[in-house]
């Protein structure tokens, strides 16, 4: 009897080890999963915080390349401007200038 005794406390020990290692297993396999689940959140966090982050610089690219923009165009219009008065001021020279050379040149006759 007491062998017999001691062979089922042996298969009931084994089945408890056996068993707490299938849920050792399970509990292992759930905190993988739990882990990977959590990683790929991270991740996809961190690609939403980068991808704003290189909106809001582009953005930011954008508003100072207008801004630059707008400058050289002031820069331009003023250059114009101060082309447009020395032309405006040398224009009767320029005039008279032309009105002498055809009065010089003579009529054919």
């Avoid at 408890?16 to 292992?28: D, I, S, Y």
């Amino acid at each position: 009897m007491m062998a017999l005794d001691a062979i089922l406390r042996i298969t009931e020990a084994e089945e408890l080890a056996k068993k707490g290692a299938q849920e050792a297993a399970a509990q292992a396999k759930e905190l993988i999963r739990q882990a990977e689940a959590a990683g790929q959140a991270l991740l996809g966090q961190t690609r939403a915080v980068a991808a704003a982050q290189a909106r809001e610089r582009m953005a930011e690219a954008e508003a100072a390349a207008a801004e630059q923009a707008r400058e050289i165009d002031q820069k331009a219009q003023e250059a114009c401007q101060e082309i447009i008065k020395r032309a405006e001021v040398r224009l009767p020279e320029a005039a008279d200038f032309i009105v002498q050379r055809i009065v010089s040149v003579p009529w054919p006759s």
